[in-house]
């Protein structure tokens, strides 16, 4: 990665088991699209992460455009790992709100894909 810079301005503080590290490159939008994840302690010793994540770079369909995941996809992954921790043993008040507020912004995020597809702007670089 070029001009890799680590992600600081978290909510999470202290304890992380993992470092995010993303490539500080604009790109479409003002977005990042190029993340990686390293375990704390292998940074150093072991540059390999331990997720390397290429978003959506662009508009879907527009040519040049770089395809990568969704934010909605990462979040459809945590969502079902919550609901599945609801239905065991470690189930929690925290982890309740948390989904519902995981799936609030999976509704918003849907509600803006719906509204660039009702005007005919879905896939492409326009307002």
Known sequence: MENKQKLTMTIQREDNLNTI?????????????????????????????????????????????????????????????LQAFQKGDFASRESACALTHIEEALMWLNKRKEDRKERGVLGRHVK
């Open 21 to 81: 590290v993303f490539d500080d490159v604009i790109g479409p939008g003002n977005g990042r699209h190029h993340y990686q994840i390293f375990k704390n302690e292998q940074t150093i010793i072991m540059p390999e992460p331990l997720l390397d994540i290429q978003f959506q770079c662009g508009a879907r369909n527009e040519e040049n455009s770089i395809s990568g995941v969704l934010d909605q996809d990462l979040l459809e992954i945590v969502r079902h790992r």
